[in-house]
């Protein structure tokens, strides 16, 4: 039977440590990244570039994290997703 040695700290490497679990606030901000530099930084005008950049199963998480982090685009959150309702039925 061929033995194995546990590897420590100091024999890692960017190749065999993992990052671990990517977050929600990580997806959504990259998803902002399309548009903006940072959530805070984000234009009404860009609004709906990011809203129509995810599946319309994580609409609603990701247009809830915007409107928590930046409460004064909740009407361009509200146009984006009307914009995208009319396309879907046109």
């Known amino acids: 039977m061929?033995?194995?040695?546990?590897?420590?700290?100091s024999?890692?490497?960017p190749d065999t440590v993992s990052p671990g679990p990517v977050s929600r606030d990580q997806i959504w901000a990259s998803a902002v990244?399309?548009?903006?530099?940072?959530?805070?930084?984000?234009r009404r005008c860009d609004v709906d570039r990011v809203?129509?950049?995810?599946?319309?199963?994580?609409?609603t998480a990701l247009t809830g994290w915007?409107?928590?982090?930046?409460?004064?685009?909740?009407?361009?959150?509200?146009e984006a997703l009307s914009a995208?309702?009319?396309e879907a039925y046109a």
């Open 2 to 9: 061929k033995s194995f040695r546990r590897k420590d700290m």
């Open 11 to 13: 024999d890692a490497t």
């Open 84 to 86: 995208l309702a009319q």
């Open 33 to 42: 990244a399309v548009a903006a530099d940072s959530v805070e930084q984000l």
């Open 66 to 78: 915007l409107i928590a982090r930046r409460p004064d685009l909740a009407g361009a959150v509200a």
């Open 51 to 59: 809203v129509s950049l995810v599946d319309a199963a994580d609409r």
